[in-house]
């Protein structure tokens, strides 16, 4: 089987991630008019940006380990400034070896699969967020109230990762995650001959 990753794939893969990151801040100062519900779908939003590099990687590396490599740097990169918290991780990295498991056997994978793939990805990622809302909202609370966080901005953060906003908002999540592999793919059509 032909699908280890090499130098030249992680390479890619890191830098591709930085881009990536540079999306995810540069989504997080946009959001913040919307405020809370804002951060509940932030990662649909950066998906929604970030959708062409993920297709342009998928079509240069387009092995397996490309999504979790990219969601375990991103991780770290949280880690390093203090914004890391462990259901977000988890999560995070599980739905990311799904999608690798999902489209990443090979550069040919279809447009379709990809959407999909960067929709669970991502729906992960907000799921950091909305698992401890829905299963242990008080340790949450008082974990990112010692962080920082008032009491009234954790309020209104559970508000849109709880009940039925934990369902709106991994949906919300999760198309604007499949519409961002879309764009990427017509936006990078021309550029990769239509793969």
């Known amino acids: 089987m032909k699908n280890n990753l090499k ?3 992680f390479l890619l893969i890191a830098l591709l991630t930085a881009v990536y990151i540079i999306i ?37 590396v387009g092995k397996l380990g490309q999504f979790t490599i990219l969601t375990i740097l991103v991780m770290a990169c949280f880690s390093l400034m203090g914004g890391a918290y462990l259901p977000w991780i988890i999560s995070s990295v599980l739905t990311a070896i799904l999608a690798d498991l999902l489209a990443s056997l090979s550069k ?13 990805m991502h729906v992960g990622q907000a799921w950091g967020a909305i698992i401890p809302s829905l299963f242990f909202v008080d340790k949450y609370k008082e974990e990112w109230i ?50």
């Open 108 to 120: 040919k994978t279809s447009v379709f699969r990809l959407a999909i793939s960067s929709g669970i």
């Open 146 to 195: 010692r962080r920082g966080q008032t009491a009234l901005e954790m309020e209104a953060y559970i508000k849109y990762t709880s009940g039925m906003w934990a369902w709106y908002s991994s949906i919300i999540v999760f198309m604007l995650a499949f519409v961002g592999i879309y764009l990427g793919y017509f936006i990078l059509k021309k550029h990769l001959n239509g793969n």
């Open 24 to 60: 995810y801040f540069v989504v997080m100062a946009l959001i913040t008019p919307l405020g809370a519900m804002g951060h509940a779908i932030s990662p649909g939003i950066c998906a929604l940006f970030s959708g062409t590099v993920l297709y342009f990687m998928a079509r240069k």
């Open 7 to 9: 130098t030249n794939d």
